[in-house]
């Protein structure tokens, strides 16, 4: 019996009531970012997502609320709401993610010849649209990213709005107990569900291409199986919160001011191709994990 206890088990439900729920879920996520976004977003973008995105940000967890509370009617048992701060580790490891990951990325992007990272970031503030005072400027390289980290907290609940649709409701959903073809499969539709905003140019530095696109649902798989564990050892979608908190605040500005260049974006930005070295490497950590588990027969049972 896993640690979690009965408890803490997803309701059952059968087979046509569980695809009614997803389906519903899906046609709402999508639908209602899709259309905020599309009568809020300038046609061509750029920069950093303002206000506008808010409303189409929390489409999935209003998706999440109308299809468990009266779609379904399974309520919010399994929905990982409490905090479970007996697992507060989970906290910190979320919180700081995304310093392994920079770190790897300064490097390789040195030594492989994709730039050298402006620690000054005077350059990416300009293009930000931030002119830092004289006498800020030299000590932006440390006020800057500790600035991030507060972010990371502050905007916590804004990514709720996300979180407790994927991996409070979505990947809960699918495949049962395979939770690595369920993060997979989460991960491409969290991905496409970015489209208008991939399409309209706010990430990779403008870059709408098709590389671009897919660039960023590897990314969102790889980010899905790692958000994924840590709510299966957290029991809070509050973790998975703040590390998709972190994931945007931290790593997300960091490598945007520190790699102003657009030429290498898909290779140096968070969420880029020299981020899949790390970023793969624990999800692999995380595979091997869960095919051991099952192995000897350990239950993956949400809080």
């Known amino acids: 019996m896993s640690a979690l206890g ?23 996520a999508f639908g209602i970012a899709w259309g905020s976004w599309e009568l809020l977003l300038p046609k061509n973008g750029g920069g ?22 009266w779609i379904t009617r399974e309520g919010f048992r399994d929905a990982g709401l409490g905090l479970h701060l ?7 490891i979320a919180w700081l993610l995304p310093v392994p990951v920079l770190a790897f990325i300064v490097w390789s992007a040195s030594a492989l010849g994709f730039g050298h990272p402006d620690f000054s970031m005077l350059k990416g503030l300009a293009q930000a649209g931030v002119a830092p005072s004289p006498a800020f400027a030299p000590k932006a390289w440390y006020v800057v990213p500790l600035g991030t980290f507060v972010t990371a907290l502050i905007a916590t609940p804004v990514l709720f709005g996300e979180e407790f649709g994927w991996r409070g409701y979505l990947q809960l959903r699918l495949f049962g107990t395979r939770p690595t073809l369920a993060a997979i499969t989460t ?11 991939l ?16 660039v960023f649902c590897v990314a969102a798989v790889l980010f899905a199986i790692i958000f ?76």
Not at 52 to 68: H, L
Not at 86 to 92: K, V
Not at 187 to 197: A, E, F, M
Request: glycine share 10%; proline share 5%.
């Open 86 to 92: 007996e697992h507060w580790i989970y906290y910190p």
């Open 228 to 303: 994924g564990w840590l709510r299966r050892r957290s029991g809070s979608i509050w973790v998975t919160s703040l590390a998709h908190s972190a994931t945007n605040a931290v790593g997300g500005s960091l490598t945007v001011l520190w790699f102003p260049n657009a030429s290498n974006a898909l290779f140096v930005l968070y969420g880029g191709i020299l981020s899949f070295v790390p970023l793969g490497l624990l999800c692999a950590w995380i595979i091997v994990r869960d095919a051991r588990a099952r192995r000897i027969g350990d239950e993956y049972i949400y809080h």
């Open 48 to 69: 950093t997502l303002g206000l506008a995105a808010v409303p189409g940000a929390f489409a999935p967890a209003i998706a999440t609320f109308i299809v468990r509370k």
């Open 187 to 197: 991960g491409i539709i969290w991905g496409l569900w970015h489209l208008p905003i």
């Open 199 to 214: 399409l309209r140019g706010y990430e990779y530095h403008g870059d709408r291409s098709l590389s671009a696109i897919t």
């Open 6 to 28: 009965e408890a803490g088990q997803v309701p059952l439900m059968t087979a046509n009531r569980k695809a009614l729920g997803v389906t519903s879920f899906l046609v709402l």
